[in-house]
């Protein structure tokens, strides 16, 4: 059983940071992609930023040069920094990580969400 714990969320002025954390625990025998999604009310759940298959970073258009997605393996977690936060930035974000939990099988997992509200 894999879990992932998200933090960070919160309201917070246009202009504004935020750091978002996700935790991993569990069996994982390694990680194939990490990443973060967002679904605002009434839109699409879409990726925000994610590591891929061989460490390359892929960003959304609209929070490129504003967000960092970055990780740190020796606490299996990732984050995304969100500078210069905008009123279209409001969503819940979502972790996921897809991982091999045997050499031969993968699963993804989602984290539990997070609000984030920015207000003009």
């Known amino acids: 059983q894999v879990q992932l714990v998200e933090s960070g969320g919160g309201l917070v002025q246009a202009g504004g940071s935020l750091r978002l954390s996700c935790a991993a625990s569990g069996i994982i025998f390694s990680v194939n992609a990490m990443g973060w999604y967002r679904q605002a009310p009434g839109q699409q759940r879409e990726l925000v930023a994610g590591?891929?298959?061989?460490?390359?970073?892929n960003y959304t258009d609209s929070v490129k040069g504003r967000f960092t997605i970055s990780r740190d393996n020796t606490k299996n977690t990732v984050y995304l920094q969100m500078d210069r936060l905008k009123p279209e930035d409001t969503a819940v974000y979502y972790c996921?990580?897809?991982?091999?939990?045997?050499?031969?099988?993968?699963?993804?997992?989602w984290g539990q969400g997070t609000q984030v509200t920015v207000s003009s």
């Open positions: 590591f891929i298959s061989g460490g390359s970073t």
């Open positions: 996921n990580v897809n991982v091999h939990t045997t050499p031969w099988s993968t699963r993804a997992y």
